[in-house]
């Protein structure tokens, strides 16, 4: 069965970097793109990104580039986040959420929620 | 601000129906297909609705999606106290070449 198991919680200080990983199985990594969506605390869903796991380009919604990098590592089936020069504001639940088709989210990890304090 | 708009809320008692509504404009909704997740607390979000109003395997026909112009609607039947969750509509939006979603609405089942 399709699985997407991100990694664990992060406690960063703020101008450090995180770098959530979503390891997949029981489908071929490559078929699908992977998405990136933020749920701060008490908030509702944020879509940061998408990217083609065939070509591997990414693709970042405002609010969301310079940043903050997609990438995939085709060997292990797995998806990367990472952000960097980390912010208070940047505290969330982070998902990857497989592309079934434009925007259509079928499958999704359960969330890495990444906390950013001093 | 979201670019979908819908009810922050909605109650129903166990066993009605039960219709959150998601509006969109013409460069979302126009010309892409609408999806419904629901969330559970303190889990992820799952896919309910795709493509308007296909059900993913799994999802019981109580759940049942439809789009007319630039607005969509989710329906609920049969209200059970574990449909007690976060609902969004999301999709496409061509002009912002971004995916969105709506703001979410809490059902809850009196």
């Known amino acids: 069965q399709v699985q997407l198991v991100q990694s664990g919680s992060e406690l960063k200080k703020p101008g450090a970097s995180v770098k959530v990983s979503c390891k997949t199985s029981g489908y071929s990594f490559k078929t699908y793109g992977m998405n990136w969506v933020r749920q701060a605390p008490g908030q509702g869903l944020e879509w940061m990104g998408w990217i083609n796991t065939r070509t591997g380009n990414p693709t970042y919604a405002q609010g969301f580039t310079g940043r903050f990098v997609l990438s995939f590592d085709t060997s292990v089936s797995t998806a990367y986040l990472q952000i960097s020069s980390l912010k208070a504001e940047d505290t969330a639940v982070y998902y990857c959420?497989?592309?079934?088709?434009?925007?259509?989210?079928?499958?999704w990890g359960q969330g890495t929620l990444v906390t950013v304090s001093s | 601000q979201s670019v979908l708009t819908q009810p922050p809320s909605v109650s129903a008692a166990p066993g009605q129906k039960v219709t959150i509504s998601c509006s969109g404009s013409s460069s979302n909704f126009g010309n892409n297909y609408v999806s419904w997740y629901q969330q559970l607390p303190g889990t992820a979000p799952k896919l309910l609705i795709y493509d308007n109003n296909e059900r993913p395997s799994g999802i019981p026909d109580r759940f049942s999606g439809s789009k007319s112009g630039t607005s969509a609607t989710l329906d609920i039947t049969g209200l059970q106290t574990g449909d007690e969750a976060d609902y969004y509509c999301g999709t496409w939006d061509t002009s912002l070449s971004v995916g969105v979603f709506g703001g979410g609405t809490k059902l809850t089942v009196l």
């Open positions: 959420a497989r592309d079934r088709r434009i925007s259509i989210f079928d499958y």
